[in-house]
């Protein structure tokens, strides 16, 4: 429904930015399974709504001369942080499948761009619980520069650090295997 009401309202819609995400801590050693309910929520938020809309909006997005995905990842893609084992996760699968939607898509009007950062101080499991990291201002100045740059995947910090190890170990096997299955 509101896909529709969008692209009923706003036919000029050419960029989806999928910036969801929930942290929740999970403490499996307590010997106490935790609530499946708010487990799912995280899943479903960080990644599953990620891959429904980005199926929802591709047709749409095709029949246009330019647009974009923003797919907003996590460093702890490439190493997770084991006290919240579901969101490195899923951030994991959402990297690998921004990959993947990138190189189905990358001869055609649709650019797939992948934003990486490293802790960020903001408010993202609740106010006030996370209060480290880079400044929200700078992260965000370095990403809109390489934005304007061209760049599809972003990192920064020692999130850029990781992506640059990963790109280097799993990059030209990602290619040599995609160049057998061709979609």
């Given at each position: 429904?509101?896909?529709?009401?969008?692209?009923?309202?706003?036919?000029?819609?050419?960029?989806?930015?999928?910036?969801?995400?929930?942290q929740r801590t999970v403490d499996l050693k307590q010997g106490v399974t935790p609530d499946w309910d708010t487990i799912s929520s995280e899943i479903n938020i960080n990644y599953a709504g990620v891959v429904h809309t980005t199926l929802?909006?591709?047709?749409?997005?095709?029949k246009k001369p330019f647009a974009a995905f923003v797919n907003v990842t996590s460093g702890l893609s490439f190493a997770p942080l084991a006290s919240v084992p579901v969101y490195s996760s899923t951030?994991?699968?959402?990297?690998?499948?921004?990959?993947?939607?990138?190189y189905q898509l990358a001869n055609t009007s649709i650019k797939v761009i992948e934003v990486i950062p490293p802790a960020v101080d903001t408010?993202?499991?609740?106010?006030?619980l996370h209060t480290f990291g880079v400044n929200v201002d700078e992260f965000a100045d370095a990403v809109y520069a390489r934005l304007e740059a061209g760049e599809v995947e972003i990192g920064f910090g020692m999130?850029?650090?990781?992506r640059l190890a990963f790109r280097?170990?799993?990059?030209?096997?990602?290619?040599?295997?995609?160049?057998?299955?061709?979609?």
């Open positions: 429904a509101l896909f529709l009401l969008l692209t009923t309202e706003h036919p000029s819609i050419d960029v989806f930015v999928n910036n969801a995400g929930i929802l909006w591709t047709p749409f997005f095709l951030k994991a699968a959402l990297h690998s499948f921004t990959w993947s939607l990138r408010d993202l499991q609740a106010p006030g999130a850029e650090a990781a280097q170990s799993f990059g030209e096997g990602f290619a040599q295997l995609n160049a057998h299955f061709q979609t």
